[in-house]
């Protein structure tokens, strides 16, 4: 009996925290998390839009199937200079592999620049008379494809 006393006097001399405090509390929590919000947010949309501004087209392909090189006339589109990270060429079926030489080759807006693919030491070896997608990839994840067909 006197257990259930010294148990039921214990309860009632436990305190919460006062209304005020647990408010503030809250409010401090929500500003914090909108702010760590509004920054991912931000650098999102920042990323997102230079590579919006970044478009680039493939003007012409000049080929040497027996020197297995390829010279691509890129062209700089978007609205903001661009740097060509790598060019690609893959066989046109779709299981094909990519198989890509890296450059970096700054273009400025509206300019245009001719970007040798050079495939000896890739593993493609360029045939005649055979259908390849040659693509062209940006610093900022861009790129752009095109279908050709090697001369016989």
Sequence with gaps: MSTQ?????????VKGISPLIATLLLIAIAVAASAVTYMWVMSMIGSQSQQAQTQVNI??????VDGNTLNVTVRNIG????????????LSTQASTWYPVSVSTTIATGATAEIEWDGTGTGLTLAPSSSYVIRVTTLTGFYYEMSAVSPS
């Design 5 to 13: 006393r010294s148990l039921k006097r214990f309860r009632t001399n």
């Design 59 to 64: 003007d012409s392909i000049t080929w040497n």
């Design 79 to 90: 609205s903001v200079d661009t740097t060509i990270e790598t060019v690609s060429v893959r």
